[in-house]
Antibody, heavy 117, light 110 residues
Framework: QVQLVESGGGVVQPGRSLRLSCAASGFTFSSYPMHWVRQAPGKGLEWVALISYDGNSKHYTDSVKGRFTLSRDNSNNTLYLQMNSLRTDDTAVYYC??????????WGQGTLVTVSS | QSALTQPPSASGSPGQSVTISCTGTSSDVGGYKYVSWYQQHPGKAPKLMIYEVSKRPSGVPDRFSGSKSGNTASLTVSGLQAEDEADYYCSSYAGSNKYVFGTGTKVTVL
């Protein structure tokens, strides 16, 4: 069955960097676009970024553009989110999700990123 | 882009129906057939319930249905059950490979 496992979250100071990973299994990873979606504590879902199946097309919400970078390694079935210049309002649980028919069909369990001094 | 607007809460007794609205603009909900709905229980990851406005993924009960009129999409849960108590989020494609989520609705089964 489809499995997505995020890792790399933790506590980081404002202005520092963190890289999240999402290990995929149970499906042909290289055939699907992937989302990152985040949820601040006690808040709603926020779409963060989308990467095409081959990694050649990447799209970001305005608040992370220029600070976050998406990438994927289709040979190792892994999705990455490099987060630089982190701000306190980036504090959230970050989910990766498989995209099919323009919907997020499968989600990981999420990884918590806390930006705090 | 701004979040889609959902009512903060909705409720119903077991067996009743509840409908949640999701209001956007002609640039998102009104402009595309790509509206989806997600259910999220506390401390859990979201789960896809509806895609392409009204289609149900395999395994989702037919008690869940979706529709759209103009810039407003709706999710209806018929025959409410205790396990339907959760947060529900709509989402829409917003053009240029961007997406937007709704503000979320907490459904309570009385």
């Amino acid at each position: 069955q489809v499995q997505l496992v995020e890792s790399g979250g933790g506590v980081v100071q404002p202005g520092r960097s963190l890289r999240l990973s999402c290990a995929a299994s149970g499906f042909t990873f290289s055939s699907y676009p992937m989302h990152w979606v985040r949820q601040a504590p006690g808040k709603g879902l926020e779409w963060v970024a989308l990467i095409s199946y081959d990694g050649n097309s990447k799209h970001y919400t305005d608040s992370v553009k220029g600070r976050f970078t998406l990438s994927r390694d289709n040979s190792n079935n892994t999705l990455y989110l490099q987060m630089n210049s982190l701000r306190t309002d980036d504090t959230a649980v970050y989910y990766c999700a498989r995209v099919w028919l323009m919907a997020a069909t499968d989600w990981g369990q999420g990884t918590l990123v806390t930006v705090s001094s | 882009q701004s979040a889609l607007t959902q009512p903060p809460s909705a409720s119903g007794s077991p067996g009743q129906s509840v409908t949640i609205s999701c209001t956007g603009t002609s640039s998102d909900v009104g402009g595309y057939k790509y509206v989806s709905w997600y259910q999220q229980h506390p401390g859990k990851a979201p789960k896809l319930m509806i895609y392409e406005v009204s289609k149900r993924p395999s395994g989702v009960p037919d008690r869940f249905s979706g529709s759209k009129s103009g810039n407003t999409a709706s999710l209806t849960v018929s025959g409410l059950q205790a396990e339907d108590e959760a947060d529900y989020y709509c989402s829409s494609y917003a053009g240029s490979n961007k997406y937007v989520f709704g503000t979320g609705t907490k459904v309570t089964v009385l």
